[in-house]
Structures are given as structure tokens and as C-alpha cells.
């Protein structure tokens, strides 16, 4: 265990006993399922139903993503907690986020970056099913380095994911197949709710968690590292797999944003409130970075577009002008002095 000189867990443990931190702390587990409502089913009216059925019936991307998330990413958490020496408390946290289904944070990340969204709601979906069996599976395996207590899987936590997934997505669906102009407005409004929740999560974290972000370098690494190197491996097994870039885009989010909440649950259940409230440093720190880090791709990939599209203009300016040249070269001389 990891304490302060007064033997105790300071500062971690003062969300647990300041009421003002404890009142913010219940409202935004009320309001951000809420806003992730707005945002499945915003997601749900961008996905057509022939694709889905394509993902469907060759499942290759879910099951890659299945792969990352089970495989990949429990032992890429694993690693990082041995190769930066993290004390036992830290690198369960390191290690349950990392055993934790892909997050629905993903799926506008995913519709940001022109991704595929039908098969991004279908991996988190599935990856959401998996692991009822392999959370603690990879839980039984790896967290044996650290501690032998039994961690508690929060079931309940991972069938209400799964539900805030399948139902308003589902809804989606039928709002688009019903009322496509509809459907694109709700799209629009995801998307904003998507920005919103994310600007939420971030202040919420920092309000909540001051301390946090004074953690060592160490600390810091594990939270860059986890997520970013969690989107390289998702891009490179699937381009590896020979899938298309936009479904490589896709299982890239889908690999590295982790569902932190789900973590954060299994924490508050499995270990005493004063230890939990130590533990989940590193989840929450991931839960920032893990916003931070696919906006900045976002907004590269977006400016890269940009330029691509002005490119592809002004060579079809000059393609247009070139043709214009050439016509005028091929008339007659005779006819020339005419115009």
C-alpha cells in the first residue's frame, strides 16, 4: 500500500469525505449516462443498416477489436506497470482500466474522424458482452503480481453499459430508417453532447481530483502511454488485417479508449474506500488523457483533410486550366483572329 507520512491516503480520500466534492461527484454519475443516452442514439441515426449487416456477417473488425481490447491491451497495462516499477496500488489501477471494455467515448471519436460508426457501436457492444467472461479472467491472470485478494466484476455496471449502448442505438436505427431528416439533425446534436461531455469530464476531473495532476512522472507516463500506444497497436493489427484505413481508424479508438467508469465501479466494490479513492489515480488521470489525446488526432486529422481538399481544388483549377490552354491551342489560326 501506498501512504503519506501520517499514514494515511491524504488527499485521495477527500472526495470520499467533502460533501461539496461527493454532492459534484453523484451529480455527474447522473448526468453523464444521461448525456451518453443523447450520444448512442445521436450514433444510432448515422448507421445504416446494410452496413451493419455487412460487419454483421463478417465480423473481421469486432473480432480484432475483441483481440486489442482482451489481449492487447491487459498485457500492454501489465507491462507498463513492471517496466515503470509502479507501486502495487497504482498498477492495479493501470491493470483494471486496462481490462476494461472499450467506452462509448469511442464512438463519437470515431464519427469525428470519419470512421466507421456502425462497426464502432458494434465492437464497443460486443467488446461490452466479452467481458462479462473476460475481465476476470484477465483480472485472475495478471493482478496476481501485485495482490491476491479477489477483485469484485461489476456485472450490473457492464449489463447497464451494455443496455445504454444496444437501446438508444437501436432507436437510432429505426429514427433513421423511419426519419432520415430526423435522423441527421439528432446526429448533429450527438455530436455536440459529445463535445459537451467531454469538456465536463475533463473540468469535473480537475474540480475532483486537483492532486492528481501533481502526480510523478512515472504516474504521467503510464496515463500518456496506456491509451496512445492502445490506438497505434488497435491502427496497426488492423491495417495488418487488411482492413480499410477508415476501419483502422475505427478499432484504433475502439483499443484505446477504455471504459473508465466500469473501472472506477470495480475499484469502489472490490478494495476498502480509503485505499479505492488511492487506486483510481491512475483511471482518472487515464479518464483526461483519454479525451485529450484523440481530440488532438482529431483535430490534426481534420486540418489534414483540409488541406487535402484545398489541394485537390487548386490541382483541379489548374487541370482545368491546362485544358483550356490546350483547346485553344488545337483552333486554327484563321479562327483565332476572328475571336
Not at 13 to 31: C, F, G, M, R, S
Not at 175 to 192: E, T
Request: aromatic share 10%; with cysteine; proline share 5%.
Amino acid at each position: 500500500m501506498d501512504l503519506d507520512q501520517n499514514g494515511t491516503y491524504g488527499n485521495f480520500t477527500e472526495v470520499v469525505h467533502d460533501p461539496v466534492k461527493k454532492n459534484l461527484k453523484q451529480a455527474i454519475q447522473w448526468l453523464l449516462p444521461i448525456i451518453l443516452v443523447f450520444i448512442m442514439l445521436g450514433m444510432g441515426c448515422d448507421i445504416e443498416w446494410k452496413v451493419l449487416k455487412v460487419h454483421i456477417k463478417r465480423p473481421i473488425g469486432p473480432v480484432i477489436g475483441a483481440a486489442c481490447q482482451f489481449i492487447v491491451m491487459p498485457l500492454l497495462s501489465f507491462s507498463l506497470a513492471h517496466a515503470l516499477q509502479l507501486s502495487a496500488d497504482r498498477a492495479l489501477g493501470l491493470l483494471i482500466l486496462g481490462c476494461c471494455p472499450g467506452g462509448t467515448v469511442s464512438n463519437i471519436f470515431t464519427y469525428w474522424n470519419d470512421g466507421d460508426v456502425p462497426l464502432s457501436v458494434f465492437m464497443t457492444a460486443c467488446s461490452t458482452v466479452f467481458a462479462f467472461g473476460m475481465m476476470p479472467l484477465n483480472l485472475f491472470i495478471y493482478s496476481r503480481s501485485w495482490t491476491d485478494d479477489d477483485v469484485v466484476v461489476p456485472y450490473l455496471k457492464i449489463f447497464i453499459t451494455l443496455l445504454t449502448v444496444l437501446i438508444p442505438a437501436g432507436i437510432g436505427v429505426l429514427i433513421k430508417w423511419k426519419l432520415p431528416k430526423i435522423a441527421k439533425r439528432l446526429v448533429q446534436v450527438a455530436s455536440a453532447c459529445g463535445l459537451v461531455s467531454i469538456l465536463i469530464v475533463i473540468v469535473c476531473q480537475i474540480i475532483l481530483y486537483p492532486h492528481i495532476f501533481t502526480s510523478g512522472w512515472k504516474i504521467w507516463i503510464a496515463a500518456l502511454l496506456l491509451p496512445f500506444v492502445g490506438f497505434i497497436l488497435g491502427y496497426a493489427s488492423s491495417a495488418a488485417a487488411c482492413q480499410t484505413a477508415k476501419c483502422c481508424r475505427t478499432i484504433a479508438f475502439e483499443t484505446g479508449c477504455q471504459n473508465v467508469a466500469i473501472a472506477l465501479t470495480l475499484i469502489a466494490i472490490s478494495f476498502p474506500t480509503d485505499r479505492g479513492a488511492y487506486i483510481i489515480s491512475i483511471p482518472v488521470l487515464v479518464g483526461v488523457t483519454m479525451m485529450v489525446e484523440p481530440s488532438v488526432i482529431t483535430v490534426i486529422y481534420k486540418m489534414f483533410m483540409c488541406w487535402k481538399i484545398r489541394k485537390a481544388s487548386t490541382e483541379e483549377n489548374e487541370q482545368g486550366y491546362k485544358t483550356e490552354i490546350k483547346e485553344l491551342e488545337l483552333i486554327p489560326k484563321s479562327m483565332k483572329l476572328e475571336i
